[in-house]
């Protein structure tokens, strides 16, 4: 055993600082410079800024998910979360760019709600969250298809669309640069903080960790298990009126995308079962996920094999991240 | 285990290889001959009612079928997973509340797009002999063969959309098709196409049949035609994965003459990335959703709407009656005409108030809660 | 875990509801009493109620394989994905010609069980989260197949129709088969060493290496039966269908669905206690659900709502009485 | 008795866990009809030398022999082919199956291919016999009392048959009766031939039935001799290294404060009639065999499985403790004795834990240091708590459990509550830092705060408390002076004292 020791370690050498660094970010830079070998206008600032703007959803979402796992749980109802704002999102705002302030009002009020029964039913019901949220993803569906008739009934007008669309151009430095790169920083930050800089946050990997622990040490646990499923629908909430500003009105927006943002997570080296993440891993999984995707795309390669990419790259990064583990002891 | 993994990997692409080979045949010349001559002839039938005309076709007696009325009517549906079926379905709730003297009662069953549930549905319809006739919209064509025999030894069977392997159903209602989609869309990029003029082809998802003969036969007509299509990408209806796809190619070609789509979903994402590209608009065909016509005459676009017209969703309700009428319907196959919508036909569907993801060439505007049950608004 | 996690502090015996009862009575309520308000007395006769078990086949022989490999612990999402592969790849290597009928079944049969030797192995020996490493496997899967057939692949000779649509007087053999598969899922977990293990495994890990249990080859023996039981679910739908093609296991949601019924059956998530009878009690409550939802014709969108607010009460109807910690 | 050839032999086994020497060079014996009992303190290498027989660790260095031949075992089967049968200080039963189904794990008698239900009721009944219990072989695990377990886990090692048995602390949870049986039965299997390895604390068991014994400390062996050459006292003196009146803090001179704690007819499922009080500036060691009631009453007192009887009051106020967060809101902190399970976040860092009490009430959405302790005071505290680790941002699953403990009880001492409840605070930690966690407690004590100690250590209890309570089947048997020694106390733990009549502990048996 070491003697008391007087705080970190000091620099040692090239392969602490590798060790550091987040593998997921390693893996995107190596993808990323792929793309722009086979695109090299992905590497002006254009193409950057304009990669990330695309990313931003899966991002925002990822961001929201590394809460619910974190405390050990799964947010499964996400996408369809995502559904259900853009579809009500157009039936809100009918639209008319007015209605739009007070339609993400209610967007998030519904994403809070979203987040509170999924929490209720986890702390109250004790039904396991894989569970509840795979209910409440099947209640979701339903719901946005029977508010909107199975269609939506309006268009999202501009003002909604502002924040996944827009670009300002003839931004110095950059060119041009998408508003949605502006809420992607802003929500990364803002996680980062709340998961990594705050009580709260500490509670979160505190009763991801051991929450027995963490009760009997005071913390509310139930309370702050609630409050990672409201913060994990939250992000839904922001991730579909940024997916329905880029793209406009669809009835599947939202499929499938919350496994993409467990997948996110996972390969940024967030532990299922919780106690272990950062948001920095999260948001680099999701551009690691991305850059795979648009890579594949230029590589031209058949579709469906993205699904396989995407499931050797999901398997390893786990499979490592226990093996690095289990060396580490 | 490492060698096992191999082997399943080894296994998997020598089948990639096989399967390659074994797909079906979605390019076949004849069909193409057919739609292309179905495309020339002219609907017989009432004027301005699409879904009581038909192309060629006989009628056949339906004497057999004759009962006294109202009739159950029950009605097996693929599902309503996507807006074109929502749009129909509710066409034909419609053709039943306008038939409602001859309807007693209409009982139906969402298989959620499932086949295996669809097969249960139709058993249990035929089983619980509540049923004088059953619709069929089946979720997949040889899948739901087997079940729809064994509803035709019950009682008498009608299909649409999709079709079954069978002549057993008095009737099969469907529009052209796949073939004459292609071949209008493709032919209208080649008459309004500059010169070497690049071309991207955006698909849905493979291995849809009729998504599948769309592109078969516009690619047929490029080939013929010497087009260049720079490449045909599947979007799986995305909006933002259309959009980014369109993005990448402008990035990379510099300029896209001309979209063509085998679906309209996500048209206007891909004309919304010309917009964001700060690129002119190209040449585009689209389907017949509101949000594209739209954005078509309010941007001024050179533009194309083919159809696979919902009102197909009345045609059935309508034969089912006169089946069990004993009034002749025309089968064993009841081919609809198969309108587009052009810069001359533009005004006549283009309507604000009606939803973005209506589609026009539903029929219905004669019908009783319109346009409020489609979502419109008057 | 050690029992003082499953043990209340006051330690009040709590004897175990008899799920699978409930269950059955619940189903048969809600069908007797559907088929009596809408006046559809057809549907409570013979032709009526093997309609109904008709509505189990699928979803029950995946939820059988699926309680295997929830009772060791470990969970598959899979199993869709595989359904899709030996589906097609059933109907693509039969071709229409009955003498192919048996390599085909062996392939399949081969296949499954070593993409569940491979579910297993990436679990149990690389120690990757068993929702990870079998979504991961399905991706693979569903890649590959997905690149290699865009449609349904070949087709089934009449004679394997038989296996979905044969009777013996009434009953079909798959209704038939999917009964004795549950009493040999049944007899394996409560009459073999193998089920006594596999108890142990999930139940209490630790514990179980102790006594001397290898538990990662049980955890890989039960990822194989629960593949062996997807790819018996895909020869059953392309018999069925007469064919296979790249979606039929996704468009069933059977990965998700078999989850849930296995769940809803009594099961523990977490694994060691529950057993075949209650998955199967979960089967017939949805296929009931189904068949009472038509009977009403209740309309598809308020039917996906009330589908999965009733996952998550029938959980919730005895998960409430759990005191350890649920995240 | 004749011992005859050598069953089992290790030689210089060596095992390290990162930051820990668990075992170095140790060597050990034993003979077919003996009883080899390995004597240690909590932390001494005793359990992990039996995990490594076990096969559930793999050793560094050196070797095992079986009846003189090499053996190597990389999986718990291996070592129970070779004829070793352990039981575990740790349960490890199936809490949803039955007594039968628990005892043949591993072993399930089959008959045709299938399971012999039959023979394994009959056999799980026969072990039970043959153990004296009046446990039915049908009971599911789960419903058992702990005691109760303990004799499954017996009947489990018996099933095997063994020729080498290891039993770790077997009667620790058994009441006189029981372990006098069970004593009985060791002698019965030795005269059988069986070479027993038998780790346990109670000094009067290792005279009455070893053979040989071997003092280990702090990871190596001591010394092994005949237990004619060991007089209980050597042991002791052997197991401590020094002399115990060193190794706890002196006792202050001055009197106890006010009272702080004042329980009267406190009760619940397990607890009955509870009378207690808890003076500042004093601490009251609770003393019980297991199952006595002793961990139950420091949860009462803390409010994590409360009195549902009776009234407490604290500081003089009446207070109602239905939850861990009430009692510490009061000011009452607790330390678990489930330090794996209960106390440490093993994947976060040691600040983090430490902050985790102050964190928990803190106001949630101000950056993490702000309501709590800035880093810098954070490490000020583990220094001051001398906690080793290669740096305070470490994960504290790394560390070994005195240094854990130290933490956590860092994390109570960084919210500084007015009575601080531990259970069983030195179980696993080695010699050095338990006389550390005796000396914190004394300061917290010495700075007018109250302190109960609830431990099965009996030195320690004696060693530590101003004053002893002693539990018996739910109730408070007697309280004493430390001055009445092990006998005194353990007298009034078995019950031998008049007992308040003869009470069921209500509703456990329900």
Same mark, same amino acid.
Not at chain 1, 33 to 49: C, F, S
Not at chain 2, 344 to 364: F, R, S
Not at chain 4, 398 to 427: M, Y
């Given at each position: ?99 739009? $302030?007070?339609? %993400?009002?209610? +967007?998030? /009020?519904?994403?809070? &709600?979203?987040? *509170?029964?999924?929490?209720?039913? =986890?702390? !109250? ?102 409050? $990672?499923?409201? %913060?994990?629908? +939250?992000? /839904?909430?922001?991730? &579909?009126?940024? *997916?329905?500003?880029?793209?406009? =009105?669809? !009835? ?78 | ?378 | ?327 | ?510």
């Amino acid at each position: 055993m070491s003697v008391a020791a007087a705080g970190e370690p000091k620099w040692n050498g090239g392969m602490s600082l590798f060790r550091k660094i987040n593998i997921a970010v390693i893996v995107f830079v190596i993808l990323y410079a792929g793309i722009a070998i086979l695109q090299p206008n992905y590497l002006e600032p254009a193409g950057i800024t304009n990669f990330l703007r695309r990313a931003t959803p899966l991002a925002v979402l990822a961001c929201g998910q590394i809460f619910v796992l974190v405390a050990g749980g799964f947010d499964l109802s996400m996408g369809a979360l995502v559904t259900l704002t853009v579809i009500g999102g157009s039936m809100l705002t009918d639209n008319d760019p007015g209605n739009t $302030a007070w339609a %993400i009002l209610v +967007l998030y /009020a519904i994403g809070l &709600g979203v987040g *509170l029964v999924n929490g209720l039913v =986890v702390t !109250v019901l004790r039904v396991p969250s894989i569970i509840a949220t795979l209910g409440m993803l099947l209640s979701l569906n339903g719901v946005a298809m029977m508010w909107s008739g199975g269609s939506p009934r309006g268009y999202l007008p501009d003002n909604f669309r502002f924040f996944g669309r827009f670009t300002f151009r003839d931004v110095p430095l950059v060119g041009s640069f998408p508003v949605a790169v502006v809420v992607l920083v802003v929500v990364a930050l803002a996680a980062w903080w709340g998961l990594q800089k705050t009580v709260f946050g500490k509670r979160v990997f505190a009763i991801g960790d051991n929450p027995r622990a963490a009760a009997l040490s005071g913390v509310r646990v139930e309370a702050t298990r609630i409050a $990672a499923f409201v %913060i994990s629908a +939250l992000a /839904a909430v922001t991730g &579909g009126i940024l *997916l329905g500003g880029f793209g406009g =009105v669809s !009835v599947d927006v939202g499929s499938g995308l919350e496994l993409q943002a467990i997948a996110a997570c996972v390969i940024g080296g967030v532990q299922l079962m919780g106690g272990r993440g950062s948001v920095i891993g999260a948001v680099a999984g999701a551009l690691t996920l991305f850059a795979l995707f648009t890579l594949l795309n230029l590589l031209g390669l058949p579709q469906p094999l993205k699904d396989t990419a995407q499931g050797v790259i999901l398997i390893s990064a786990v499979a490592s991240g226990a093996w690095r583990r289990r060396r580490a002891g | 285990m490492r060698r096992l993994l191999l082997g399943v990997v080894a296994a998997a692409a020598t089948l990639a290889f096989a399967g390659v080979a074994s797909a079906q045949n979605f390019d076949d010349p004849k069909e193409f001959d057919a739609a292309k001559q179905l495309l020339e002839m002219k609907p017989e039938g009432p004027a301005g009612k699409p879904w009581e005309q038909h192309l060629g076709g006989k009628e056949v007696d339906t004497a057999k079928y004759k009962k006294p009325g109202p009739y159950h009517i029950c009605f097996s549906n693929a599902g309503v997973n996507n807006p074109w079926r929502v749009v129909g379905w509710t066409d034909m709730q419609a053709q039943v509340d306008m038939l409602k003297g001859d309807i007693a009662s209409f009982t139906h069953a969402d298989a959620e797009g499932k086949d295996d549930k669809q097969i249960s549905d139709i058993n249990a319809f035929v089983s619980s002999g509540k049923c004088d006739i059953l619709i069929v919209s089946p979720n997949t064509t040889a899948a739901l063969t087997p079940a729809v025999e064994a509803a035709c030894k019950a009682l008498p069977v009608v299909v649409f959309d999709r079709g079954v392997l069978t002549e057993c159903p008095v009737t099969f209602v469907n529009p052209i098709g796949g073939y004459g989609w292609g071949i209008q869309t493709a032919n209208f990029i080649a008459e309004k196409l500059p010169k070497g003029g690049k071309v991207l082809a955006l698909r849905i998802l493979p291995g849809v049949d009729v998504l599948e003969t769309r592109w078969s036969a516009a690619n047929r007509i490029f080939k013929e035609k010497g087009i260049e299509v720079v490449g045909a990408e599947f979007t799986d209806g995305d909006n933002a994965k259309t959009k980014a796809i369109v993005e990448d190619y402008i990035n990379r070609f510099g300029k896209i003459d001309a979209i063509w789509m085998d679906a309209g979903a996500t048209a206007v994402a891909a004309i919304e990335a010309f917009e964001d590209a700060g690129q002119p608009y190209p040449i585009i065909t689209g389907e017949d959703q509101e949000d594209f016509l739209v954005k078509w005459k309010k941007e001024g676009l050179t533009a194309f709407g083919p159809t696979y017209p919902t009102y197909q969703w009345r045609s059935p309700v309508i034969a089912a009656v006169k089946i069990l009428k004993g009034e002749p319907v025309i089968g064993p196959t009841w081919k609809l005409p198969q309108p587009v919508i052009t810069q001359e036909t533009l005004d006549k569907y283009v309507d604000e108030k009606m939803p973005p993801l209506h589609y026009a060439m539903c029929g219905c505007e004669d019908m009783p809660g319109y346009p409020e049950k489609w979502g419109g608004k008057k | 875990m050690t029992l003082a996690d499953t043990l209340p502090a006051s330690r009040r015996t709590r004897r175990s509801l008899p799920v699978p009862l409930l269950l059955f009575l619940a189903s048969a309520v809600l069908y007797v009493g559907a088929a009596l308000y809408t006046g559809q007395l057809n549907q409570l006769g013979a032709s009526g109620l093997v309609g109904l078990a008709q509505r189990m086949v699928g979803l029950g022989i995946v939820a059988l394989g699926q309680t295997f490999v929830i009772l060791a612990g470990s969970i598959d999402l899979s199993v869709a994905n595989l359904i899709s592969v030996s589906a097609v790849l059933a109907s693509f290597v039969m071709q229409g010609d009955p003498a192919m009928i048996a390599p085909a079944v062996l392939l399949v049969l081969v296949v499954s069980a070593a993409v569940g030797f491979v579910n297993g192995g990436v679990v149990a020996k690389l120690g990757v989260n068993p929702l990870i490493a079998t979504l991961g496997v399905g991706l693979i899967l569903q890649g590959l197949l997905s690149a290699s057939f865009n449609n349904f692949a070949g087709s089934v000779p009449e004679a394997f129709q038989g296996l979905a649509y044969g009777t013996i007087g009434i009953i079909p053999w798959s209704v038939l088969a999917l009964l004795a598969l549950a009493i040999i899922g049944a007899l394996l977990l409560r009459s073999t060493r193998f089920g006594a293990h596999l108890y142990a495994t999930g139940g209490n890990m630790d514990g179980a290496r102790l006594a001397g249990i290898r538990t990662d080859r049980i955890t890989i023996l039960a990822h194989v039966i629960c593949s062996l039981m997807a790819g018996l679910t895909g020869l059953y739908l392309a018999s069925r269908l007469r064919s296979g093609a790249p979606w039929v296991g996704r468009d069933g949601v059977y990965d998700l669905e078999s989850i849930a019924v296995v769940v809803i059956g009594g099961t523990l998530l977490s694994g060691g206690r529950g057993g075949v009878w209650g998955t199967l009690a979960g089967v017939l409550l949805f296929a009931t659900l189904d068949a009472v939802f038509n009977m009403l014709g209740v309309p598809a969108f308020p039917k996906q709502v009330m589908r999965g607010a009733i996952v998550i009460l029938a959980v919730a109807a005895y998960a409430i009485r759990n005191k350890g910690p649920v995240a | 008795m004749s011992i005859d050839a050598i069953a089992l032999e290790m030689r210089d086994i060596t095992k390290s866990f990162p930051g820990v020497r668990a075992l170095e060079a140790v060597s050990f014996d034993c003979a077919h009809g003996e009883v080899h009992a390995i004597c240690g303190e909590n932390g001494a290498g005793k359990s992990t030398l039996i995990k490594v027989l076990g096969g559930i660790y793999q050793p560094d260095a050196g070797s095992i022999l079986i009846e003189g031949k090499p053996a190597a075992f990389s999986h718990p089967v291996e070592a129970r082919r070779a004829g070793i049968s352990i039981i575990h200080q740790e349960l490890s039963l199936l809490p949803h199956r039955t007594v039968a189904e628990n005892i043949y794990l591993g072993l399930e008698p089959t008959r045709g291919g299938r399971l012999d239900r039959k023979a394994m009721m009959e056999g799980a009944r026969r072990l039970l016999g043959r153990l004296g219990s009046p446990i039915s072989a049908d009971a599911r695990a789960g419903d058992l009392a702990i005691a109760e377990q303990q004799t499954v886990e017996i009947a489990k090692a018996l099933a095997l048959d063994a020729r080498i048995l290891v039993m770790d602390e077997p009667t620790a949870a058994l009441d006189d009766t029981n372990a006098k049986r069970l004593l009985d039965l060791v002698a019965r299997l030795r005269s059988e031939g069986v070479a027993i390895v038998y780790v346990s604390h109670r000094m009067p068991e290792i005279a009455a039935i070893a053979d040989r014994v071997t003092i280990m400390k702090d990871g190596r062996k001591v010394e092994t001799a005949p237990i004619g050459a060991m007089p209980t006292d050597r042991i002791v003196r052997l197991m401590v290294g020094r002399e115990l009146s060193d190794y706890y803090p002196a006792r202050p001179d001055t009197p106890p404060g006010d009272v702080l704690l004042e329980i009267a007819g406190g009760g619940n499922a397990e607890l009955a009639d509870i009378d207690l009080s808890v003076r500042a500036g004093e601490i009251v060691g609770i003393a019980g065999l297991e199952g006595s009631g002793k961990a139950a009453l420091a949860r009462a007192i803390f409010g994590d499985q409360p009195f549902t009887r009776g009234t407490v009051r604290f500081l003089g106020a009446p207070i109602d403790l239905r939850h861990p967060r009430a009692g510490i809101e009061a000011g009452i902190g607790f330390l678990s004795d489930d330090r794996k399970r209960e106390g440490c976040l093993l994947q976060q860092s040691l600040r983090d834990n430490l902050l985790l009490v102050r964190r928990a009430f803190a106001s949630p959405v101000r950056g993490s240091r702000a309501g709590t302790l800035a880093d810098g005071e954070a490490d000020t505290m583990m220094r001051r708590l001398d906690v080793r680790a290669a740096h305070f941002g470490q994960a504290i699953g790394a560390l070994s459990g005195g240094n854990q403990q130290k933490v956590i009880l860092g994390r109570w001492l960084a919210r500084d509550p007015r009575l601080l409840v531990f259970c069983e605070p030195t179980r696993g930690i080695d010699v050095a830092a338990k006389a550390a966690i005796y000396q914190l407690m004394r300061d917290v004590a010495a700075r007018g705060r109250g302190v109960v100690m609830v431990s099965s250590d009996l030195p320690e209890v004696i060693g530590v408390s101003d004053r002893i309570l002693v539990m018996h089947q739910g109730r408070i048997a007697g309280e004493c002076s430390p001055e009445v020694g092990e006998e005194g106390v353990m007298a009034l733990a078995v019950g031998h004292r008049p007992a308040p009549l003869d009470v069921a502990r209500e509703g456990a048996l329900a």
